[in-house]
Nanobody, 116 residues
Framework: QVQLVESGGGLVQPGGSLTLSCAAS????????MSWHRQAPGKERELVAR????????NYADSVKGRFTISRNNAKSTVYLQMNSLKPEDTAIYYC?????????WGQGTQVTVSS
């Protein structure tokens, strides 16, 4: 059974930091491109960051460049999103995604709220 389980969300003040984790199971994690997406109320889901299956190359949305870092540990089948200098506009539900050809898996999401 394929599972992606996100954790680490919560309430944080502007300027603060959070680290999200996504634990994967039920598929060959190391073969998959992993990514984080987010969806704010009333907005479409958007790509935040992506990391390649091999080589570790990454890409980021312009809105998070220099503040967020995506990483993965293939031995633990886990992908992370380190979020620094958080802004109120980062408030959203954050989703983990794993993709390999036509195989496309999503987690249930974790809420991140940036507010004073």
């Amino acid at each position: 059974q394929v599972q992606l389980v996100e954790s680490g969300g919560g309430l944080v003040q502007p300027g603060g930091s959070l680290t999200l984790s996504c634990a994967a199971s039920g598929f060959t994690f190391s073969a998959y491109v992993m990514s984080w997406h987010r969806q704010a109320p009333g907005k479409e889901r958007e790509l935040v960051a992506r990391i390649a299956s091999v080589g570790g190359s990454t890409n980021y949305a312009d809105s998070v460049k220099g503040r967020f870092t995506i990483s993965r540990n293939n031995a633990k089948s886990t992908v992370y999103l380190q979020m620094n200098s958080l802004k109120p506009e980062d408030t959203a539900i954050y989703y983990c995604n794993g993709k390999w050809y036509a195989y496309d898996h999503w987690g249930q999401g974790t809420q991140v709220t940036v507010s004073s």
